[in-house]
Structures are given as C-alpha cells and as structure tokens.
DNA sequence: ATTTACTATATTGTATACAAGATTGCTGTT
DNA sequence: AACAGCAATCTTGTATACAATATAGTAAAT
C-alpha cells in the first residue's frame, strides 16, 4: 500500500516530532537533539533538518544560531493574546456557521449540551469538557471556512495545554452555551456570535488570573 | 558590525524568498527553481532546503513529492474565507485597543481620517487607501495582542494582494471609519469591534462578488 | 572548594556526492 | 502533421563529509 511511500522521509519526520511536542515527550524549552532523532527514527541529518525547519516556520520550535533548536514557550500573555484571538476567529466562526449551515446541522448543534443534569458525576464531569470541545469544533466545521479550520488545528493544541485544569465549571458556562445555541437555532448570528466572543472573553480572565509573570 | 553574521544564510534565503514572493517577482503557482537560487544567492542546496522547509511550513510555497516547491496559490474561496478570519481577529484587535490604550494613542486613532474631504484628487485617493492600512495597523499595535500581530504579519500580504484593485470607494467607507473613530473616543469597546466586524464583513462580500470560481 | 584555563568531545551550519525519479527532446512510424 | 517510444538531461531526496563553534570535562591556581 503505497500510501507511505507517497510522503517524502522529512513528513513522517515531522508528524513524529509535532506529536512529541503534542503529547508532552518534548516539553517546551526542552532541547531537541538531532543526532537522538537520527538513531529514533533511522534516517539522516537531511530529512531531520527538513522537519525542524518546517516546524519552526509554524513556531512550534524556534532555532537558535549555533545552538540548535527548542520546543517554542509561550509565555501567560503569549497564551492570553492567543486565546483572545482564538474567541474572535470562533466567534466569527459561529456568525458564518449561523449564516450557512443546514437545518439539520442547526440541529444536530442543539443536540450538544441538552442532557446535562446537575450535579456532575465525575465522569460526566470529563464528558462536559469533551462535548463542549466537539460543540466547538463542529461550529468550526460547519462555518465551511477552511483558513479557520486551518488556524484552529495549528493552534489548537497549544490552548488545550494552557487551559489544562484552568477550565471554568460547567454550572458557569452551561447557561453561556444554551444562550449560544439558543440564538443559533433563531439563526441570529450576530447575537450568536457576540455572545460567543464574550463567552471566550470570560475563559481567558481565568488565565489572566492565573498569570505570574 | 556582525548583525549580518548572528544570522545563519538559511535567514538570509528565507528572507530572499519571501520578498520575491511578495513583491510578485515569484507568482502564484510558479515553480521555484533550486539551482537557480544557489547561483543567485551564492549559497549551496543546503540553505536553500532550509528555507523553504520553513517557507512551506508557513504555507508561503507547498512542497509536491518529486516535483519540487510551488508558490501557494489560494484560491478564490479562500481568500474570502482569510479575509473573514483577518476581519474577526482586527475586530477583537480594536476591542482590546479600546480597552487598553492610553488617552494619547486615542487622540492618536482620531486623528487619522480628519481632514478628508470630497471629491477626493487622484493624489488624496491614494492617500486614503495609505491611510486606511495604517489606521488597521495601528488599531493592531494598540491592541497590545502579539499573537494578532504576528498574525497580521503573516497574511498581510496575500489579503493585500487579494483586495488590489477591489477595494470599496472612500465615499462609502469613510462613514464605516468615523463611526468606528467615534466608538473608540467614546471608549465604548464592544461598539466598535461590531462596527469593525461589519466594516470587513461589507468588504469581503465585494470579494465575494469578484469570485468566478 | 571555587573559580579559571585549557583540552577533548559533540553539535551545528554548510557543502557536496549520488541514485532514483521527473522532464525534455529527438527519432521514426503511421 | 500527430504521436508513441526511448534516450539524454535535469531535479529531487537522501546521505555523508568537514570546518567552525559550542559544551563538557579535567587540571591547575587561588
């Protein structure tokens, strides 16, 4: 199955190296080490440095003159700006999914969050985190943009690691949801948007918050 | 003065490059030429792949297997589809600026389309649109968001390509401006990031229009 | 016991070599 | 003239070599 075959050496290079910053093997500001990579992985410099460079294009490494390359760290206000923006393309995301998504995605986007009961067991606990993940990226899906598709996977990860435990609880942002959902199926965009924009606006003030430096 | 010398030569081609790229010298879709760029820039193959490793992690060029490194070309769709995104992240960029700038880069902010008046000199219309670039850039500095400017940074130029040409009369959004130079004035943060939504959202439908495919 | 100076080692940035795969151009055939 | 087939050429992806620089380690001096 040339399915492999069809990707050059330095791709699998780089989805090898992406999923070690992804999943925490390679943690930021750690050093990434050529030379481990080679024997890891069994290729050579050449497709390493293709991967290295590629990645640090999309800022997930940056490299230092004579000093090799490091996993990017973002800072708390890097992590706030970029959440701030991430609320305004979804915001927008929501007005353009309002505007052109079917009937039937209007209702299946209604579906998301209608069998909630308080008090959470634990484990619905964790399912509340993973429906209002899907809840947000069907929205993005259904807006039909694909430069914000594209945004959202690229930075996606990052805001999933900085918000990790800094969540707000769901009895605070089930209502935020349901008012969102609520103007979406009376395909208010503008409301359904600007409701959306202040439902981020609120999240990042708990990273603000939780900022040091 | 080792400034030129703390940058590795892979900087200096990806700096090469992208200017080619953005001043028309490389068009959409052109194939770029290694060997050419080795006697051009006098380096070997090895800086060369470095940056456009990087270039094509930035999706300024895509890499085909076997068949070299193309300029992206975006199509139509999706330069709509960044021009909302872009749209979306200036209006949080001129929530926030209203929210955080001083009183000075306010006055700042009013000052820019004061002294326009109709019928505008061919001379004056160019001005206008000179201004216009600035008014969003500054807008994006006040906001103090360096992800927004990194952002802006990076698909500046293709948005700027895209509008070239398609650009709404001064008559018609000169108002959008002032009223959104109101807001601000008037610190009245959520005002002016709809007003500024709408403004870009008035403009991408002109795309929308010029769209064939 | 720190700190300093020097040496050995590892890593980086760069160039180059080369096989496998694309492209171009030529030839002869219909 | 249009086209198929093939040969020559060019380009890519990969590996490797090597000098310059950074790091780590060791010995000497305070």
Known sequence: MGLIES????????EAIKLMIQDGALKPGAKINKKELESLLGVSQTPINGA????????????????GYYVR???????VDLF?????????????????ATDAEVEQLTLFFSDVQFPLSD??????????????????RYSGNTMIQQMNEEFGYIVRAATKGLIRPPEETIGEHRAIIA?????????????M?????RS??????????
Chains 1, 2 share one sequence.
């Open 7 to 14: 990707r050059i050496l330095a791709d699998h290079v780089y």
């Open 73 to 79: 760290v973002y800072s708390c206000k890097e992590l």
């Open 52 to 67: 290295l460079s590629r990645l640090a294009g999309q800022r997930y490494i940056e490299q230092r003159k004579r000093r």
């Open 84 to 100: 701030a923006a991430r609320g305004a393309v979804e915001s927008m995301a929501t007005r353009l999914a309002v505007e052109t």
């Open 204 to 213: 990042r003030n708990v990273l603000v918050e939780n900022c040091q430096d």
């Open 123 to 140: 484990e619905a606990y964790r399912a509340y985190e993973k429906t209002d993940r899907e809840f947000h990226s069907a929205l993005i």
């Open 183 to 195: 103007a979406i199926r009376e395909r208010d965009a503008k409301l359904a948007a600007q409701l």
């Open 197 to 201: 924009t202040e439902h981020h606006l």
